[in-house]
């Protein structure tokens, strides 16, 4: 069959079987999913042997670009040696590894990990935590919590309730828990202080009653890359204790290097750790689905007991998975040979391809930290992230906005010739689809 015919065919067979992500599956009908066979670094290969960039990781994930040898080989090691073990009553070194490299990675402050399957479900367990922990401390009132405007922690049950994205959030609404929602900082906003003022005044007058506030630190991603400063959050974590509020920094999409360090909470204080952190996404670099919830001594402590309810009796089927681990391993391999450092001179390349895009007359609120780059377009027009990212494959460029947000956060293989070529892939789709909207 030619190669066309099969990208069709698979493209009807997926929207007669598959109920896509984040999609409007009418819509899909008239916007059919890209069929992808094959992934080799930064690019992925359609079915008909057409290749894309892909600028935003595939949701963040790919951190060292696809079928990354090293990763592939710690997971064929591990498949053929133990590919998985119920971690109730077992454990295996990937799994002990990896926490305690981890643990290491915050000079212990946070020393216990618990392990689970994917993002939602690490802050679902991070919510649990708290609560529990603050019950077994004879407080059960503190069953509260507290979450950023537009920010975004999962779309399960739980997490939702922690998520102020409507888009998300509004149909399940009555399934939900209360939380107070507070003012988030926004560096195009300027209004650090006052979001910090009334983070200040709702701990004042509700101390009592919330277990923890949970933030996403430095970049608020589904917000549409909103950023703030290391400060905020540093007056953030005096905050919290100075009220008795466990602090969970949802590091699910800032982690793994994304914004200039290991943790983004590193650029904070590296001598004030949060009461939790969760990971998750690049994590396994793309490879196999597994997410973590780090803690600390004094957490754990409040469940230690021969009382079998004071436990924390949470599972997953697959939790700390071997081949998950390994792969984790593996990402962490590449962080302890130097990543950091040579992901601080790529985001360099990248800012420095994209500066003259700030003077683009629709362009609004440039802005960088790290790997994560990303602007505003002014009057963007009806359906303009379907738009783009239907113009931006014709430049060999796979990028989904956020909105009318475009933001690139892309695999760390960023050199000045690659950054070079995202720059003009998105300045001339940029042009392409603002030309045609006019």
């Known amino acids: 069959m030619h190669a066309t015919d099969l990208k069709k065919t698979l493209a009807v067979r997926s929207l007669e079987a598959v109920w896509h992500p984040c999609t409007q599956m009418s819509r899909a009908q008239k916007v059919p999913p890209l069929a992808i066979v094959r992934g080799e670094g930064p690019w992925i290969f359609d079915i008909e042997g057409k290749r894309y960039f892909d600028a935003n990781s595939s949701w963040w994930v790919n951190l060292f670009g696809h079928a990354h040898p090293d990763i592939n080989a710690a997971i064929k090691y591990q498949l053929d040696r133990l590919p998985h073990i119920m971690l109730a009553g077992c454990t295996h070194e990937p799994a002990v590894q990896l926490a305690e490299r981890l643990s290491a990675r915050t000079g212990g402050e946070l020393g216990h990990v618990f392990f689970a399957s994917d993002g939602a479900s690490a802050v679902e367990i991070a919510?649990?935590?708290?609560?529990?922990?603050?019950?077994?401390?004879?407080?059960?009132?503190?069953r509260e919590f507290v979450c950023l405007k537009n920010g975004y922690h999962g779309e399960t049950i739980?997490?939702?309730?922690?998520t102020d994205v409507a888009i998300f959030r509004d149909a399940y609404d009555p399934l939900l828990m209360r939380s107070h929602?507070?003012?988030?900082?926004?560096?195009?906003?300027?209004?650090?202080?006052?979001?910090?003022?009334?983070?200040r005044d709702l701990l004042e007058s509700h101390r009592e009653n919330i277990a923890a506030l949970i933030v996403e630190p430095l970049v608020q991603g589904a917000a549409g890359m909103v950023m703030h400063s290391p400060e905020y959050l540093r007056k953030v974590r005096t905050l919290t204790r100075e009220y008795d509020v466990h602090l969970i920094a949802d590091e699910i999409a800032v982690g793994c290097g994304r914004t200039g360090t290991f943790f983004a909470w590193e650029q904070v204080d590296t001598k004030q750790w949060p009461d939790f952190v969760t990971l998750s996404k690049g994590i396994t670099g793309g490879t196999l689905p597994l997410s973590l919830v780090l803690t600390t001594e004094a957490v754990f402590q409040t469940f230690w007991s021969e009382d079998i309810s004071r436990g924390f009796l949470h599972s997953h089927s697959y939790t700390g998975n071997a081949l998950a681990c390994a792969a984790a391993n593996a990402v962490l391999d590449k962080f302890d040979a130097g990543q950091i450092e040579i992901n601080v001179a790529q985001a360099l390349a990248l800012g420095q391809a994209f500066a003259q895009l700030?003077?683009?007359?629709?362009?609004?609120?440039?802005?960088?930290?790290?790997?994560?780059?990303?602007?505003?377009?002014?009057?963007?027009?009806d359906r303009f992230s379907e738009r783009f990212h239907l113009t931006a494959r014709n430049y060999e460029?796979?990028?989904?906005?956020?909105?009318?947000?475009?933001?690139?956060m892309p695999p760390y293989v960023i050199d000045q010739e690659t950054a070079d070529f995202l720059f003009k892939a998105v300045n001339a789709a940029l042009d392409e689809v603002l030309h045609d909207a006019a």
Request: no cysteine; charged share 20%; glycine share 6%.
């Open 397 to 408: 460029l796979l990028i989904r906005p956020i909105g009318s947000t475009v933001y690139l």
């Open 358 to 381: 700030s003077n683009h007359s629709r362009v609004k609120n440039f802005r960088q930290r790290g790997m994560i780059l990303a602007f505003d377009v002014e009057d963007a027009g």
């Open 127 to 142: 919510l649990k935590q708290s609560f529990h922990s603050w019950r077994n401390q004879g407080q059960p009132q503190k």
């Open 181 to 199: 929602i507070v003012e988030s900082p926004d560096s195009r906003l300027d209004n650090e202080d006052t979001a910090f003022a009334a983070l």
């Open 158 to 162: 739980g997490a939702l309730a922690v």
